[in-house]
């Protein structure tokens, strides 16, 4: 009897389990993608243009067909055009990893933009915010598609979708490269101009989204890139200690930012500035470096006091750093006589903190904190009020749990790999080689202390890039240098220069 019970229970047991398992595996039910669609006029470059705004979701699937994943995009499209299926299309994300695309979203290429202080001097403070029609908007040329990764926006992971599956380097670009098809598909637009443009980690996206699309048996070439505040090979944008490389990257960017708070190079212009501290970089600053401790005492001196003519801080200050002035540090001590900490996204930007002997920022970043209120509020409001977007979620500018659980491994589990810096420049040269109509635009601010300039040098110089395809251009601003007004005009004019060579 008691074996019977025994016996009884124990297929009980495992009968429950083999029903737990089978309802584990059921897809979750999906609702109905939602998706918003308006009519809108607006004068764009002294062209009147008419447009369609769809804000709205689209459904990612697995290998299995199950829907995984819904990509919140807002697109918009020229009515009226006699041949629809042949205009150009610019996709468009900013970076993080965690970044919805609020900031190129609002902050340049929408029909509405929000105005924060052009000379960076004023915190954007508490609604209301200033928001303005952007009559530079480049509707009249192409049509414009912002995208928000998952965990960024409104987009999330649905059914029996993981976050894991989409948090990574790879991952990422995968599930772009399938957005981008299935828009491409829906719209009718495989044999239409396509460009993608990135800020940030978007550049990075951007690198790997372009190799991505030669793939998986669905071969999209892209027409082009625009690449805002490049971070391709990240050995150039990382200061931490025994990082050679960055000490040589950062600090152009550092007399740039010294020069504009009149602590260095008085009575000369910044291209100058920028041109000496360069100059300085490659033929004195570099091989000191690398001769390390091999570097006679007396030529340690010379170099720190030439590093204090450029970058501002104390010589003695220089040489107990033993030449190697990091990133957080610099930011604390150029103006620490005045108890003001520097931007890092903006070396414009200042704020004063509570601990004023810190090596570091202690509040945040005073180039972020300065704007980022406004851009959140000025893109809800939009999406509330002009698109008549109705969501049962908040929308994510940000999200911090996707830098924290981001998989950067670009091998498959189980094989070797050992950690490096992350690059996808030779990705993007490769690219380049294989398709002769990829042409690159890069961005870059003068006093961006997160990406400087002379590591898009630096990065452009090597990797296998064929640079008769590529053009650099620079700018005032830091990091989202189109929040200053004299550089969002000129970088209006450098993008369409750009797109309408590109389209002869």
């Known amino acids: 009897m008691k074996k019977s019970l025994l016996t009884w229970s124990l297929l009980l047991s495992a009968t429950a389990l083999l029903v737990a398992q089978e309802k584990k595996e059921e897809p979750k039910p999906v609702p109905p993608a939602k998706e918003f669609i308006t009519t809108q006029q607006g004068t764009f470059n002294g062209v009147p243009v008419r447009y369609k705004v769809i804000a709205g979701e689209t459904y990612l699937k697995n290998e299995k067909g199950e829907e995984v994943a819904s990509i919140w995009s807002t697109t918009y499209l020229k009515e009226g055009d006699p041949k629809p299926q042949q205009r150009p299309v610019l996709f468009i994300f900013n970076g993080g990893p965690g970044s919805a695309s609020v900031w190129l979203h609002m902050g340049f290429f929408g029909p509405v933009i929000v105005k924060t202080d052009s000379e960076a001097k004023a915190d954007d403070g508490a609604a209301p915010y200033k928001t303005e029609r952007n009559s530079k908007c480049l509707l009249d040329l192409v049509d414009l598609v912002f995208i928000d990764p998952v965990g960024t926006g409104f987009s999330t992971v649905i059914g029996n ?82 990082n050679i490389t960055s000490f040589a990257t950062y600090l152009p960017s550092m007399a740039a930012t010294a020069w504009y708070h009149k602590k260095a190079c008085s009575g000369k212009s910044l291209e100058k500035v920028v041109s000496e501290a360069t100059d300085f970089t490659y033929n004195e600053y570099i091989p000191a470096l690398f001769k390390g401790n091999y570097l006679p005492e007396s030529d340690k001196k010379k170099i720190a006091a030439r590093m204090e003519s450029f970058i501002g801080l104390n010589e003695s200050y220089i040489l107990q750093s033993d030449l190697q002035v990091l990133m957080p540090r610099f930011q604390k001590e150029l103006l620490r006589d005045q108890n003001l900490t520097i931007g890092r996204l903006d070396g414009r930007y200042t704020g004063k903190e509570s601990d004023a002997v810190a090596d570091h920022p202690t509040l945040g970043d005073a180039a972020s904190y300065g704007i980022d209120a406004a851009f959140t509020a000025a893109l809800n409001n939009y999406l509330l009020t002009e698109l008549n977007v109705e969501m049962n979620r908040p929308y994510l500018t940000s999200n911090s749990e996707i830098g924290n659980k981001w998989r950067w491994r670009t091998v498959p589990e189980g094989s070797y790999w050992e950690p490096v810096y992350v690059n996808v420049a030779r990705q993007l040269g490769d690219a380049m080689r294989r398709n002769k109509d990829l042409n690159v635009l890069v961005v870059n601010g003068y006093y961006d202390l997160i990406t400087p300039f002379f590591d898009a040098e630096y990065t452009f110089s090597r990797n296998g890039i064929p640079m008769e395809q590529v053009k650099l251009t620079y700018y005032e601003g830091g990091h989202m240098m189109y929040n200053r007004q004299q550089d969002f005009d000129k970088l209006v004019k450098d993008i369409r220069e750009f797109l309408v060579n590109d389209l002869k």
Do not use: C
Request: hydrophobic share 40%.
């Open 161 to 242: 979708g993981k976050v894991e599956d989409f948090w990574g380097l790879n991952e990422d670009a995968n599930s772009i490269a399938q957005f981008m098809r299935l828009w491409v598909t829906k719209h009718k637009r495989w044999m239409t101009p396509k460009y993608i443009a990135g800020e940030s980690f978007g550049t990075t996206r951007a690198a790997a989204v372009t190799s991505a699309l030669e793939k998986g048996g669905q071969s999209m070439a892209l027409n082009g890139l625009i690449l805002i505040s490049q971070a391709l090979d990240y050995q150039g944008s990382t200061s931490i200690h025994d």
